[in-house]
Every structure is written in structure tokens, then in C-alpha cells.
Nanobody, 124 residues
């Protein structure tokens, strides 16, 4: 099992930058794909960026060229560097992680966990 904690959100002016962090902890054996998702008021949750265990990244079209996801395997963390922020980026940003953990009998099982989210507000 894994617990995810996001940090780094806040209020920023259009054109500004923020860096989000997600720290994973728990009894998991390994982490596989991790990523960032966001949800604005009245809208569905959408994918922002993902990164595999091998470092392969994907981005939503809306953030390509502006956001960059990175991963630190030693610290079990991922970051999201957000540049040239726009009001449309305003949302709660959630961290997601998939991986494997051992159940009560010691058998491996897959999991997908979510953090509680961090608010990003882009406004002048």
C-alpha cells in the first residue's frame, strides 16, 4: 500500500511558475507509473502528465511545452514543473501512483493510489 502527499500548490499570476511535489510512502514493493491529474470546479478529472518507471513521459496537449514531470526513484517522489501558467490551469492537482505491494499473506498485488490534492490558482 502507498500513501501520496502533494505539496507546492498556491496562487500565482498568469505567466508565472510553480513546482508541485508528490511524496510516496508505505509498504509497497515497487512503484510503476506515476502521474499528475487535475480537476477544476464543475469539470471532470483530466490527465496532466505521466512518467513510467523507465522515465518515459506523456503530457496532455494543453500543457505540452509548459509543464515537465520528473521522478526521483531514490526518494520515491515525482515533481511537476509548471511554467507559463494560465488561468485555465486553475484546478486541484492530484498525484497518482501504481505499483505492487504485498497482501496479508505475502502475495504481490497491484494497486493504484491517489493523493489528497493541492490547489493551484492562476489569477491576476
Amino acid at each position: 500500500q502507498v500513501q501520496l502527499v502533494e505539496s507546492g500548490g498556491g496562487l500565482v499570476q498568469p505567466g508565472g511558475s510553480l513546482r508541485l511535489s508528490c511524496a510516496a510512502s508505505g509498504t509497497f514493493v515497487r512503484l510503476n507509473d506515476m502521474g499528475w491529474y487535475r480537476q477544476a470546479p464543475g469539470k471532470q478529472r483530466e490527465l496532466v502528465a505521466t512518467i513510467t518507471a523507465n522515465g518515459v513521459t506523456t503530457y496532455a496537449d494543453a500543457v505540452k511545452g509548459r509543464f515537465a514531470i520528473s521522478r526521483d526513484h531514490d526518494k520515491n517522489t515525482i515533481d511537476l514543473q509548471m511554467n507559463s501558467l494560465e488561468p485555465e490551469d486553475t484546478a486541484v492537482y492530484f498525484c497518482n501512483a501504481g505499483g505492487q505491494a504485498r497482501d496479508a499473506y505475502g502475495s504481490l498485488s497491484r494497486f493504484s493510489s491517489w493523493g489528497q490534492g493541492t490547489q493551484v490558482t492562476v489569477s491576476s
